[in-house]
């Protein structure tokens, strides 16, 4: 008891710690999804109180093999704890296999899948619903696995790192109120995305062109120099339209 009564204070701890770096409240649920892996809609920090135990199980079972070789000649134990946790196991989340997996993944998938499906009940809107399932969706989670590097323009400022984790969560980002176009802004910012006078649309346009053309840059720096619009290329003298690409495949 004393050592899972530690395990939930170091939850406390890290959900704190959470909050604080992105600048949001997270309620009991919201933690849940949090911890869940980025495939399942999370930010992939994991809660140690639902990896203790899928954690021990397969360390013990990767080991048994070993164990009994090394102590064939002695006394040994009948593995108490490890009967016992396993019973845990199986009274969640069904039968133990005879073979037991050595992965903790295979013990693991089950919590993860009983916590999703826990945020996925008390999503109770169909902004939180359309939320969670954009964020389950695939690729959506790849920029929290982009390494920080500021010179290949893959560093998030404390603000961008508050939206893009209080959207992934369906978390509210600011207070109820009135755009400049004069339509009602409501706590998750969603207008901010279909507004014509929404201030950024020009630097959000040409942020991923930068971000292309400076890794063509290196990618060829020996060889040509890379040039977002070159300046030589005319649309309408070359008769092309603005649905045609500039590159045929």
Same mark, same amino acid.
Request: charged content about 20%.
């Given at each position: 008891m &004393?050592c899972?009564? &530690?395990?939930?204070?170091f939850?406390?701890?890290?959900?704190?710690?959470v909050?604080?770096?992105?600048?949001?409240d997270?309620?009991?649920t919201?933690w849940?999804?949090t911890?869940?892996?980025?495939?399942d809609g999370?930010l992939?920090?994991r809660r140690v109180t639902s990896l203790a135990l899928p954690?021990?199980?397969?360390?013990?079972?990767?080991?048994m093999?070993?164990?009994?070789?090394?102590?064939?000649?002695c006394?040994?134990s009948?593995?108490?704890?490890?009967h016992s946790?396993?019973?845990?196991?199986s009274?969640?989340?069904?039968?133990? *296999?005879?073979?037991?997996?050595?992965?903790?993944?295979?013990?693991?998938r089950?919590?993860?899948?009983?916590?999703?499906?826990l945020?996925?009940?008390?999503?109770?809107? *169909? @902004?939180? #619903?359309a939320s969670?399932?954009?964020?389950?969706?695939?690729?959506?989670?790849d920029?929290l696995?982009?390494?920080?590097?500021?010179?290949?323009?893959?560093?998030?400022?404390d603000?961008a790192?508050?939206?893009?984790v209080?959207?992934?969560l369906?978390?509210?980002?600011?207070?109820?109120h009135?755009? @400049?176009?004069?339509?009602?802004?409501?706590?998750?910012?969603? @207008?901010s995305?279909?507004c014509?006078?929404?201030?950024?649309k020009t630097s959000?346009?040409?942020? *991923?062109n930068?971000l292309?053309?400076r #890794?063509?840059?290196c990618r060829?720096?020996c060889?040509?120099?890379a040039?977002?619009? *070159?300046?030589q290329i005319? #649309?309408q003298?070359?008769?092309? &339209?603005?649905?045609?690409?500039?590159?045929e495949r």
């Amino acid at each position: 008891m &004393t050592c899972w009564s &530690t395990l939930i204070k170091f939850d406390g701890f890290l959900r704190d710690s959470v909050q604080q770096i992105t600048n949001s409240d997270l309620s009991d649920t919201k933690w849940i999804q949090t911890s869940l892996p980025v495939r399942d809609g999370g930010l992939g920090i994991r809660r140690v109180t639902s990896l203790a135990l899928p954690a021990f199980v397969a360390s013990a079972a990767s080991i048994m093999s070993l164990q009994a070789d090394i102590l064939a000649d002695c006394a040994v134990s009948d593995n108490n704890f490890l009967h016992s946790y396993l019973t845990r196991w199986s009274t969640q989340f069904g039968d133990v *296999p005879e073979v037991l997996p050595t992965k903790q993944p295979f013990w693991d998938r089950s919590g993860v899948l009983a916590d999703k499906a826990l945020v996925e009940a008390s999503l109770n809107s *169909p @902004h939180s #619903r359309a939320s969670f399932l954009a964020a389950c969706s695939q690729h959506s989670g790849d920029w929290l696995f982009a390494l920080p590097i500021a010179s290949c323009g893959l560093k998030l400022d404390d603000e961008a790192v508050r939206v893009a984790v209080g959207l992934r969560l369906g978390l509210d980002l600011c207070v109820p109120h009135e755009c @400049h176009c004069g339509s009602r802004v409501d706590a998750c910012v969603v @207008h901010s995305f279909v507004c014509k006078t929404a201030p950024g649309k020009t630097s959000r346009h040409h942020d *991923p062109n930068d971000l292309i053309a400076r #890794r063509l840059f290196c990618r060829f720096a020996c060889h040509q120099r890379a040039l977002r619009r *070159p300046v030589q290329i005319r #649309r309408q003298a070359a008769g092309w &339209t603005y649905t045609r690409p500039l590159i045929e495949r």
